[in-house]
C-alpha cells in the first residue's frame, strides 16, 4: 500500500488535484481570477513536488514501473503544464469553462504519466487514449470557431484511424509473441515478417503522434485551429511524452528489430526535417509557423534517437527540457498577442520592437534557441542531438540535419527581422502583461539561457 | 675604422626633421620650418662630407684598395635562422660617393626651397616630404641587404609620388604622380621577384654573402642556379635580368621610361632633386651595386643592361630636342644621361682597365647631378619668374636675369661636354669605355652627344636669347631674380658643374676598389667635342633669334618630328593596355562574374528552396480524409521497403 | 459443418479491417466515417479473440484487451460526435468537405 | 595570468551597458571597458613575453581547464599561445577603435553597444579557448551580433545583406560541426584539440574531415568562392560593424582554419593544399581586380579585403614555416588596416552622406587628418614598407619561395602581381577622394575629424606602424608557434 504511494506519487497528486476542481466544479464553482490562481499554484507545489521522494519499482504485476529517469521526465512535463498555465493566463481568464479545460488538460497529462510508466500493451493502449482524446476535447475549446472545431474533428477523426492502426500492430504483436507485457514482448521478437509488419502498424501510430513526414498533415491544422493553451500543450508536452516512450519502446522492447527501424528512422527523420522547414518557410500565421517548425524539431530528435544509446536518450530529455522554455515562450509571446489584438499573422509583428522591447526580446531568444544558436540553450540542445546522431558515423545523416539548421535559421530569422527592422508604420500598441504572464516568461527566459550555461543539469540527467 | 653613430645620423636626421614637419609643422611651427628642415640636412651634409674625407683619406684605402665596410647591421625581421632583412650600413666608394651628392643636392634644393616655395599654403608638408625623400634616398644608398634596398627604394617611390602630388588639387599633378608610382611600382615587382629569385640560390638577403656566393663559379649555390633554367635561361640570368627591370624602372629606362616627363608636374625643385639628381640614379646605382654579380655570372643581363641604356639615350635625347615644355627637356634629357650611365655599365666588366666603364658610370653620376640639378634650378628661376613652362613665353631673359643666365650656360657646356667643364670628362670616358668594348654602342653614344649639345643650346637661346628685350615683361611680375637663397644654390652647383670635372675619379671609385688612373688621349676626345660644338653651332643658327627655321626643319622632317613630338606613341600604347585591356577585358569581367556567377549561384539555390517548398504546399490540402491516404500509404511504403527490398 | 479455422477468422478480420480502412478514406459524411473506424476496431477485436482462443489459449491477455478496446472506443465515439455536433453548430453540416478552411 | 578575465572584462562590460540609464552612461562604460581590454591584452602580450623569455617552452601558457558537460568528455580548457595572443591584441585594438567610432550612433545606441562588446567577447573566447567544442560556441556567438548590428544599423540593402552573412556562416558552421563531430568520434571521444593534436587520425579519415573543417571555416574568411557575404556584408553594416566584421570575424575564420584544420588534420592539409593554393590565388588577383571596379569606398574596401584574406590562405597553404608565419601576420596586419580603412570611411560617409567614389574629391583641403590617415591606409593596403601590410606579405611570398617545384612559383608570381593591382585601385581611389579638385561645393564646409575619431584613428595607426617599423615582436610571437604546427605537418 505504501509501495503503492510512493511509486504512484506523481499520478496521485494530479489525480488529487483534477478531484479538486471537480469538485469545485460540481459546487457553487468559482470566478475564473480566483480559480486560475489557485491552479497555478496547485501545479508549482505539483512541480515542486515531482521533486522528492521518487522511488523505483513495479506494480500491478509488472504493468506499472517507475524510475528516477521516469520521474524527471514526468516532472519535465509537470513544468510544462505549470508554464502553460501562467503564460496563457489572458486567454484562460476569458474562457468560460476554466475548470472542464483544466479537468481535460490534466487527466490528458495524467495518460501520459501512465503512458510514460507502462510496462505493458494494455496499460499503454489505455493511457495512449487517455492523453490523446481530452487534447480533441481541448483543441474545440473556442467553441464559437468554427476552425477550433474543424481543428478538434480532424485531430479525433485521424488519431482515431491511427489508434485502429496501432491496435491492429498490437494484435498483431500478441499474435506472435502471446503476450502483452513489454519485457516479455522483448524477449520473444525474432524478426519475422510478422512481427516486422506489425512493427511498422505499431511506428506509424507513433510516427502519427510525434508528426513525423508523412503522418504529420494533421498537425498543422490542428495548431492553427485550436486556442493557443492548447496548441502550446500539444507541440510541447504531448510531443515530449510520446518522445519518451517512443524511446523506451524502441530501445527495451523493438531492440530486436534494429536494423529495421534504424534505417526507418533515418529516412524519416531527413523527410520531417526537409519538408518541416520548407513548409514553415512559407508560413504567415504564427500559430501554424510554430506547428511546422516543430515538425522539422521532430526530425532533429529522430537524429538522437537514431543512435540507439544512452547518450541518445539523455540528449533527447535534454532537448525536450530546452525545447518546453523555448517554445513555450514563443507562445507565451504569441497568446499575449493574440489575445489583446487578435493578430496572428508574422506582417502583423513589424516594428514590434519599437512598441514591445520587452516580448521581442523574449520572443527572439525563444527563436534563437530554436535555431540553435548561442548562447542560448538550444544551441546545446541541437548539438548534442546531432552529436547523439553522429555516434554511429554516419556523417552524411549529420551534415544533412547540419545543413537543415541554415534553413531553418532563414525563417527563424524572418520573424526577427519583422520585429526589429521592418518599417511599419501602425506597430502593435504597448501591450500589458499581466504578472503570471511576465513570470512565466522570465521563467523561459532564465532557463534559455541557464539550461545550456549550467552544464551540471545535462550531466545530471546523464547520470539518471 | 667608420663611425656607425655617425654614418647612422646622415639618414635620421632628414628622418628626424620629416616626423617633427609632419606632425607639427601644419600647426605650430609653419614659417620655421624651412629652417629646420635645411638646418638639419646641413647637419647630415656635413656628416657626409667628414665621413667621405674620413673613408677615402684615412681608414678607407688598405694597401692600395679602397675596402668595404658594414660598420652596423641590425636584424630586422628573420625568416629563418640563415635569411633575414637586417638594417644595415654599408661604407664602400660608391656607396660614399653617393652620400655626398644626395646630401650636397638636397642641401641645395633645400635651400633653394627657402625662396622659391615662400608663401606656399603647405610649405611645412613639403619640407617634411624632403625630409622623408632624403633620408629614404640615403638609407637607400647606405643598404647593405637586397632587402633594405628594396624597403627604401619603395619609400623613395612614395615620397617622390607625394612630391610629384604636391599641388593635390591639380588633376594633371595627380594623374602624374599616380603614373610615376605605378610605373615603378610594375617594374619593383621584377625587382621583387628578382631578389626571391637569387635570395633562392644564394640563402641570404646580405649583399656581401650574396654576391660572394654568386660570383664564385664553382660554388654550389651557382652551380644549382645554373642547373635549373627557364625558357633556356638559367634562373640566376632571370634573377638578375628581373632586378634590372626594377632598376630600369625607377632609372627611366626604355620603355618604362614614361613616368618621367610627367612627373615633371611636381616642384621645380622637387625635380632637381629626385628627378634628375638621386632618385632616377637608384637604377644605376643598383646595377654598380650588383656589378660583380652581373658581370661575373650573367654577362648576357649586361649585355641587355647596355643596349637598353643606348637605347633609352638616343631616342631620349630625339624627343627632347622636340619638346618645348622646358622642363620636359630637361627631363628628357635626365633620361638621355642616365642611358649613359646604364650602357657605361654595359659595357663595363669586373677589375681593372676593364672596369673602366664601371669608373666612368659613377663618375657621370656625380657630374650629372652637379649640372643637371642646376639646369633644374635655374629652369625654376625662368619658371619663378615668368610664371610658365612654356618655350614660347620666354626668351631675351639674359639681361632680366643675369646669375641664372651665367649658371645655365655653365651647365650647358657641361652637359654638352665642352671641355674643361665636368660633363667633358665623364662623357669621355663613357665613349672611351665604350669605344674599348662595343663599337655600336660608342656610334650610338656619339649621335647622341651631338644631339645632347643641339638641344640644350636650343633650350639655351630660346630662353636667354631669341626674342628681344621685355616682349614678355606683361607675363613677368616685377620681383626679380628671387633672392640670394636662390641665387647661392645656383653658383655652388655651377662651381662643381665647372670643376667636378677635375677630381682624379677613377683614384676613388672601381669595380675592384684598386686606384684606376685615367689617361685621356686628345685625339680620342675630337670626334665627341667637334659634334658637340656643331650641335651648338646649330642652335646658334636656329634659335639665336626668332625665326621660322625651326618651323620649316620640323615639316621638312615631317613624319619624323611628328611622332619625336609625340614622345613616339608609347603613353598612348601604355594607356590603351591599361584602360582598354585590363579595366575591360580583366576587371569588368572579373566583376560582373563576382555578382552575377557567383553570387547569383549563392541567390540561386536560397530562391530554388523557396520555389520548393511554394510547389509542395499542395500536399497540406486540408482534407482530412487525404492525410488519411497518406498515412496508409506510408504504412504500404514503409512494409514494401522493409519487408520485401531490405530483408 | 465443420469448425472455422483461426485464417478464416483472421480473413474476415482483415476483410473488415479494410472495410473500414475504405469506408474512412471515401465515405463523405462524418458518422458515417466514425462507423467505419468502428468497424476498423471491431477487426482488432476478432485478431485479438482468435489469437487468444487458437494460439495462446492460457491467458486471458487478448479477451481483455477486447473489452478494454471496446470501453475505449464509446468513449472516443462520444467525444467525436460531440465535436461533429459543435461543427455542425457552426457550419451547418456534416460533410467533411465543408472543413477544408484549415489547409497549407 | 589568468585567462578569464579576458571574456569576464567584456561580459561585465556588456552587462553593465545594459543596466546604464542613459546614453552618455552607455558609451562612457563601453569605452571604459573597451580600454580595459585593450589593457588587459597588452598585459598579457607582456606576461606572454615574460613567460617566454624565462624560457618556458610549454605550447601553451596559462592553461586552465574546467569540468562541463562531463558525460561528453567537454571541458572549459583554455591557454594561449603567440597566434592567440597577437588575435587577442589585435582583437583589443578593434575593439576599442570599434567603440570610438561609434559615439555618434543615436539609434538604440544600448542594443548596439551591447551587440558590440559581444562580438568581442565572442572573439576573447574564441581566441583562448583549446576545446573545440566551446571554441565552436564562441564562434556561433557571434553570428546573431553580426547579423543584428547589419540589419538594424546597416545601410542599403541591409537586410538582404544580414540574412545572406548569416546563413552563409551558419553553412559554414555546419561543415565545421560535422567535421567537429568527426574528429570527435574518431580520435576517442574528446573535442580538446591538445589530445587531439597528439590522436592518430588515418589518413583516410583526415581527408574527409579536413575539407569540412577548412571551408568551414574558410567561409568566415572569405575563401573563394564563398566570399560573396563579404562585399554586401561589409557594405551594408554601420562602420563599426564592418571594422568588426573585416578586423576580426574574417581573423576567426582564418585562425580555424590554421588550428583546428591544418595543426588537427596534417594529412588532410597536404593532401588539399594545391587546391586551397588554387582558391587562394585567384581569390587574391580576382579580388584585386574586382576591387578595380568598384565604385563605392565599402565594396572597394571590402573586395579588397577578400583579396588581402587570400594571402594568409596562400601563406597557410603553402605549408612552409615563413609562409604561416606570414599568413598569421597577414591576418593581423589585415584586422588593424581594414578596420582603420573602415573607421576612415565610415568617418568620411558621416560627413559627405557619399560613398561613392565619383562624388567625392580634395577632400585633402577640409579635413586634412582624415585625408592623411586615408592616405596612410591604403599606402599600407597597397604594402608599402614600414607599414604592416609590407611585412606580412613580403614574409608570405618568402615563405612561398621556399617551394621550388613550377605550381609554387607561378602561384606566387600571380599573388605578387597583385600589388601593382592593388597600386592601381589604392591610388585611384585615393587620388579621386582626398586628391583632386572639390567637385562639390556642399563639401566645403565639412569639418575634421572629432576628437573621438581622432584617438580611434591614432589607435590604429600606431598598430600598423608598430607591426611596419618593428616587424620583430610580432615575429617573436608568431614564429614559434608556427614552428609547432609545422612539426606535426612534417611528421616531427
Avoid at chain 4, 580538446?192 to 597528439?198: A, G, R
Avoid at chain 4, 600598423?464 to 617599423?469: W, Y
Wanted: one cysteine or more.
Amino acid at each position: 500500500m505504501n509501495e503503492l504511494l510512493t511509486l504512484m506519487k506523481s499520478e496521485l497528486v494530479l489525480t488529487g488535484i483534477i478531484f479538486l476542481l471537480l469538485f469545485i466544479k460540481i459546487g457553487k464553482g468559482m470566478k475564473n481570477e480566483t480559480l486560475l490562481p489557485l491552479v497555478q499554484v496547485l501545479l508549482l507545489v505539483n512541480f515542486i513536488f515531482g521533486f522528492v521522494l521518487n522511488k523505483e519499482g513495479r506494480l500491478f504485476g509488472d504493468m506499472f514501473y517507475t524510475t528516477s529517469l521516469i520521474a524527471f521526465q514526468k516532472n519535465i512535463l509537470n513544468l510544462g503544464v505549470y508554464l502553460i498555465s501562467l503564460l496563457c493566463t489572458d486567454w484562460l481568464k476569458k474562457t468560460p469553462h476554466l475548470p472542464e479545460f483544466f479537468l481535460l488538460l490534466l487527466s490528458a497529462l495524467l495518460g501520459m504519466f501512465f503512458m510514460i510508466s507502462s510496462a505493458n500493451l494494455l496499460i499503454f493502449y489505455l493511457s495512449l487514449e487517455l492523453a490523446s482524446i481530452p487534447v480533441a476535447a481541448m483543441a474545440n475549446f473556442d467553441l464559437d470557431k468554427k476552425r477550433s472545431a474543424e481543428g478538434a474533428m480532424k485531430m479525433i477523426l485521424s488519431s482515431a484511424f491511427s489508434s485502429g492502426i496501432l491496435l491492429f500492430g498490437i494484435s498483431l504483436v500478441y499474435g506472435s509473441t502471446g503476450t502483452i507485457s513489454l519485457p516479455e514482448i522483448a524477449g520473444r521478437l525474432d524478426g519475422s515478417t510478422l512481427q516486422v509488419l506489425a512493427f511498422i502498424f505499431f511506428f506509424a501510430a507513433f510516427a502519427f503522434k510525434l508528426s513525423i513526414v508523412p503522418f504529420h498533415l494533421w498537425t498543422a491544422d490542428v495548431y492553427e485551429g485550436s486556442p493557443i493553451a492548447t496548441t502550446a500543450f500539444l507541440s510541447v508536452i504531448s510531443k515530449g511524452s510520446v518522445a519518451f516512450i517512443f524511446m523506451t519502446m524502441l530501445y527495451r522492447v523493438f531492440q530486436p528489430l534494429l536494423d529495421t527501424w534504424y534505417p526507418m528512422l533515418v529516412i524519416l527523420s531527413i523527410a520531417t526535417m526537409v519538408i518541416g522547414n520548407l513548409f514553415a518557410l512559407r508560413q504567415q500565421n504564427i500559430k501554424r509557423f510554430l506547428a511546422f517548425s516543430s515538425i522539422a524539431q521532430v526530425g532533429f530528435i529522430l537524429v538522437a534517437v537514431s543512435s540507439n544509446d544512452h547518450m541518445g536518450s539523455t540528449a533527447v530529455i535534454y532537448f525536450v527540457l530546452v525545447y518546453i522554455f523555448s517554445n513555450l515562450a514563443a507562445f507565451g509571446v504569441a497568446s499575449v498577442i493574440a489575445e489583446q489584438t487578435g493578430k496572428e499573422r508574422i506582417d502583423d509583428f513589424k516594428g514590434f520592437y519599437k512598441t514591445n522591447p520587452f516580448l521581442s526580446w523574449i520572443l527572439a531568444l525563444a527563436l534563437f534557441s530554436l535555431a540553435g544558436v548561442p548562447p542560448t540553450a538550444g544551441f546545446f540542445g541541437k548539438l548534442f542531438l546531432l552529436t547523439a546522431g553522429g555516434a554511429r558515423a554516419a556523417y552524411w545523416f549529420i551534415t544533412v540535419a547540419a545543413l537543415n539548421m541554415i534553413i531553418s535559421l532563414y525563417y527563424y530569422l524572418r520573424v526577427v527581422r519583422a520585429m526589429f527592422m521592418d518599417k511599419n508604420d501602425t506597430p502593435i500598441e504597448p501591450l500589458k502583461i499581466s504578472a503570471p504572464v511576465r513570470l512565466g516568461m522570465i521563467i523561459c527566459g532564465a532557463g534559455i539561457i541557464l539550461t545550456g550555461l549550467l552544464s551540471w543539469i545535462y550531466d545530471y540527467i546523464h547520470s539518471l | 675604422m667608420p663611425n656607425a653613430t655617425n654614418i647612422a645620423l646622415i639618414p635620421l636626421l632628414p628622418l628626424a626633421g620629416f616626423i617633427l614637419l609632419g606632425l607639427f609643422g601644419r600647426k605650430y611651427i609653419k614659417n620655421g620650418a624651412g629652417l629646420i628642415g635645411t638646418a638639419l640636412l646641413l647637419g647630415s651634409a656635413l656628416l657626409a662630407l667628414y665621413t667621405a674625407y674620413d673613408y677615402f683619406f684615412v681608414y678607407g684605402k688598405v694597401d692600395g684598395v679602397y675596402q668595404q665596410f658594414v660598420p652596423l647591421k641590425i636584424t630586422w625581421l628573420a625568416f629563418s635562422k640563415e635569411l633575414s632583412i637586417d638594417m644595415g650600413l654599408v661604407i664602400d666608394p660608391i656607396s660614399v660617393m653617393m652620400l655626398l651628392v644626395v646630401t650636397f643636392v638636397s642641401l641645395m634644393v633645400h635651400i633653394y626651397s627657402l625662396g622659391y616655395m615662400k608663401g606656399e599654403e603647405r610649405f611645412p608638408t613639403y619640407y617634411a616630404f624632403l625630409g622623408l625623400f632624403t633620408f629614404s634616398m640615403l638609407g637607400l644608398v647606405l643598404a647593405s641587404n637586397i632587402f633594405q634596398m628594396y624597403i627604401f627604394w619603395e619609400l623613395v617611390g612614395v615620397s617622390s609620388f607625394l612630391l610629384i602630388g604636391f599641388y593635390y588639387d591639380k588633376p594633371s599633378a595627380v594623374a602624374a604622380s599616380k603614373k610615376a608610382f605605378i610605373v615603378t611600382r610594375f617594374a619593383d615587382l621584377g625587382f621583387l621577384v628578382g631578389i626571391l629569385i637569387l635570395s633562392y640560390f644564394s640563402g641570404s638577403f646580405d649583399f656581401q654573402t650574396l654576391i660572394a656566393r654568386l660570383t664564385s663559379p664553382e660554388s654550389n649555390e651557382v652551380k644549382n642556379a645554373v642547373a635549373s633554367t627557364f625558357l633556356g635561361a638559367s634562373a640566376l640570368t632571370w634573377g638578375a635580368a628581373l632586378i634590372f627591370i626594377g632598376g630600369a624602372g625607377k632609372s627611366a629606362m626604355f620603355p618604362l621610361h614614361i613616368w618621367l616627363p610627367d612627373a615633371m608636374e611636381g616642384p621645380t625643385p622637387v625635380s632637381a632633386l629626385i628627378h634628375a639628381a638621386t632618385m632616377v640614379v637608384a637604377g644605376v646605382y643598383l646595377v654598380a651595386r650588383l656589378f660583380p654579380v652581373f658581370s661575373v655570372t650573367t654577362p648576357a643581363v649586361l649585355e641587355i643592361i647596355g643596349w637598353v641604356g643606348a637605347v633609352s639615350a638616343i631616342i631620349a635625347a630625339v624627343i627632347a630636342c622636340t619638346q618645348t615644355d622646358i622642363k620636359r627637356v630637361l627631363a628628357y634629357s635626365t633620361m638621355s644621361q642616365i642611358g649613359y650611365m646604364m650602357f657605361a655599365l654595359g659595357v663595363s666588366s669586373y677589375g681593372g682597365e676593364a672596369g673602366l666603364g664601371y669608373t666612368a658610370s659613377m663618375f657621370h653620376l656625380f657630374t650629372h647631378a652637379m649640372f643637371k640639378a642646376l639646369l633644374f634650378l635655374g629652369a625654376g628661376a625662368v619658371i619663378h619668374y615668368v610664371h610658365s613652362n612654356e618655350m614660347k613665353d620666354m626668351g631675351g631673359l639674359r639681361k632680366k636675369l643675369p646669375i641664372t643666365h651665367f649658371t645655365f650656360l655653365v651647365a650647358c657646356l657641361a652637359i654638352a661636354g665642352v671641355p674643361p667643364f665636368a660633363g667633358f670628362f665623364s662623357k669621355e670616358e663613357i665613349l672611351l669605355a665604350a669605344y674599348n668594348s662595343n663599337t655600336a654602342i660608342y656610334w650610338i653614344a656619339l649621335i647622341t652627344s651631338g644631339l645632347t649639345a643641339f638641344y640644350m643650346f636650343r633650350l639655351y637661346f630660346t630662353i636667354f636669347w631669341n626674342k628681344a628685350q621685355g616682349e614678355h615683361s606683361a607675363a613677368a611680375n616685377k620681383h626679380g631674380e628671387g633672392g640670394l637663397v636662390m641665387m647661392l644654390p645656383l653658383v655652388l652647383l655651377a662651381v662643381g658643374a665647372a670643376g667636378a670635372g677635375f677630381i682624379p675619379f677613377g683614384e676613388f671609385v672601381s669595380t675592384d676598389g684598386k686606384a684606376l688612373e685615367s689617361h685621356f688621349h686628345l685625339s680620342f676626345s675630337l670626334a665627341p667635342v667637334a659634334l658637340g660644338l656643331a650641335g651648338i653651332l646649330a642652335a646658334l643658327w636656329m634659335y639665336a633669334k626668332a625665326n621660322d627655321k625651326p618651323a620649316r626643319l620640323a615639316a621638312s622632317l615631317g613624319g619624323l618630328y611628328k611622332a619625336a613630338y609625340h614622345k613616339f606613341y608609347i603613353d598612348e600604347l601604355y594607356l590603351f593596355i591599361t584602360k582598354k585591356v585590363l579595366f575591360n577585358l580583366v576587371g569588368r569581367p572579373a566583376a560582373w562574374f563576382d555578382r552575377n556567377i557567383v553570387d547569383g549561384l549563392m541567390n540561386l539555390t536560397g530562391n530554388s528552396t523557396v520555389l520548393v517548398s511554394e510547389g509542395i504546399k499542395k500536399f497540406q490540402s486540408g482534407k482530412v480524409q487525404q492525410y488519411a491516404i497518406f498515412f496508409l500509404g506510408a504504412v504500404v511504403l514503409l512494409a514494401v521497403l522493409f519487408i520485401y527490398v531490405w530483408r | 459443418m465443420m469448425e472455422p479455422g483461426l485464417y478464416h477468422i483472421l480473413f474476415i478480420s482483415t476483410a473488415l479491417f479494410f472495410t473500414g480502412v475504405l469506408g474512412f478514406l471515401t465515405r463523405r459524411n462524418l458518422i458515417t466515417m466514425l462507423m467505419s473506424i468502428e468497424l476498423i476496431l471491431n477487426s482488432v477485436n476478432l485478431n485479438f479473440i482468435a489469437f487468444n482462443k487458437y494460439i495462446w489459449p492460457g491467458r486471458m491477455d487478448g479477451l481483455f484487451f477486447t473489452l478494454f478496446i471496446i470501453a475505449i472506443a464509446a468513449a472516443e465515439a462520444a467525444v467525436a460526435i460531440a465535436i461533429i455536433i459543435n461543427l455542425y453548430r457552426s457550419s451547418q453540416s456534416i460533410d467533411v468537405n465543408n472543413a477544408e478552411d484549415l489547409k497549407y | 595570468m589568468n585567462l578569464l578575465v579576458l571574456i569576464g572584462a567584456p561580459l561585465l562590460t556588456a552587462l553593465a551597458v545594459l543596466v546604464a540609464r542613459n546614453k552618455q552612461q552607455v558609451k562612457w562604460i563601453s569605452l571604459a571597458g573597451s580600454f580595459l581590454q585593450l589593457g588587459l591584452a597588452i598585459a598579457l602580450l607582456l606576461a606572454f613575453r615574460q613567460e617566454r623569455a624565462a624560457n618556458n617552452t610549454a605550447q601553451m601558457l596559462f592553461e586552465q581547464q574546467y569540468k562541463l558537460f562531463q558525460s561528453l568528455h567537454i571541458s572549459f580548457h583554455f591557454g594561449v599561445d603567440g597566434i592567440s595572443v597577437a588575435m587577442i591584441l589585435l582583437t583589443s585594438f578593434v575593439v576599442v577603435a570599434g567603440v570610438l567610432v561609434s559615439w555618434n550612433v543615436e539609434k538604440m545606441t544600448k542594443e548596439f553597444y551591447f551587440l558590440l562588446l559581444l562580438l568581442g567577447l565572442g572573439a576573447y573566447g574564441f581566441f583562448i579557448s583549446l576545446d573545440l567544442f566551446i571554441l565552436f560556441f564562441f564562434l556561433e556567438i557571434s553570428v546573431i551580433p553580426k547579423y543584428l548590428l547589419i540589419g538594424i544599423w546597416g545601410s542599403g540593402k541591409k537586410e538582404y545583406s544580414a540574412n545572406k552573412l548569416a546563413l552563409m556562416l551558419m553553412g559554414g558552421s555546419a561543415l565545421i560541426l560535422v567535421g567537429m563531430l568527426g574528429l570527435y568520434f574518431t580520435a576517442g571521444n574528446s573535442f580538446d584539440i591538445m589530445t587531439l593534436s597528439k590522436a592518430t587520425i588515418t589518413p583516410e579519415t583526415q581527408h574527409i574531415l579536413f575539407p569540412l573543417l577548412f571551408v568551414g571555416f574558410g567561409v568566415f574568411t572569405a575563401l573563394f568562392p564563398l566570399h560573396t557575404w563579404v562585399p554586401d556584408g561589409h557594405s551594408s553594416a554601420p562602420t563599426a560593424g564592418s571594422m568588426f566584421l573585416a578586423g576580426i570575424s574574417m581573423k576567426l575564420g582564418g585562425y580555424g582554419c590554421l588550428r583546428v584544420a591544418t595543426y588537427l588534420l596534417p594529412e588532410g592539409a597536404k593532401e588539399y593544399a594545391t587546391i586551397i593554393i588554387v582558391l587562394s590565388a585567384i581569390a587574391i588577383l580576382y579580388g584585386a581586380f574586382a576591387t578595380m571596379m568598384q565604385k563605392d569606398l565599402k565594396y572597394i574596401n571590402a573586395y579588397s579585403s577578400v583579396s588581402h584574406v587570400g594571402f594568409s590562405l596562400l601563406g597557410i597553404g603553402m605549408l612552409t614555416q615563413t609562409a604561416i608565419t606570414g599568413a598569421l601576420m597577414q591576418m593581423v596586419s589585415h584586422g588593424v588596416m581594414t578596420a582603420l580603412f573602415f573607421a576612415v570611411i565610415g568617418m568620411i560617409y558621416d560627413r559627405t552622406h557619399t560613398r561613392m567614389v565619383a562624388d567625392m574629391g580634395g577632400l585633402m583641403k577640409q579635413m586634412p587628418f582624415i585625408s592623411t590617415v586615408f592616405f596612410i591606409v591604403g599606402l599600407c593596403s597597397l604594402g608599402l614598407p614600414g607599414l604592416s601590410g609590407f611585412v606580412a606579405e613580403m614574409t608570405v611570398f618568402v615563405g612561398s619561395w621556399q617551394n621550388a617545384d613550377a605550381f609554387h612559383r607561378v602561384a606566387t608570381l600571380a599573388a605578387a602581381m597583385s600589388i601593382v593591382v592593388t597600386a592601381v585601385y589604392i591610388l585611384r581611389a585615393i587620388g579621386r577622394t582626398v586628391m583632386g579638385p572639390n567637385t562639390n561645393e556642399a563639401h566645403l564646409v565639412l569639418k575634421d575629424a572629432n576628437w573621438n575619431e581622432k584617438l580611434a584613428a591614432i589607435l590604429l595607426v600606431a598598430g600598423i606602424l608598430a607591426i611596419g617599423i618593428a616587424p620583430g615582436w610580432l615575429n617573436d610571437l608568431l614564429r614559434p608557434a608556427a614552428e609547432v604546427i609545422m612539426n606535426r605537418i612534417t611528421g616531427q
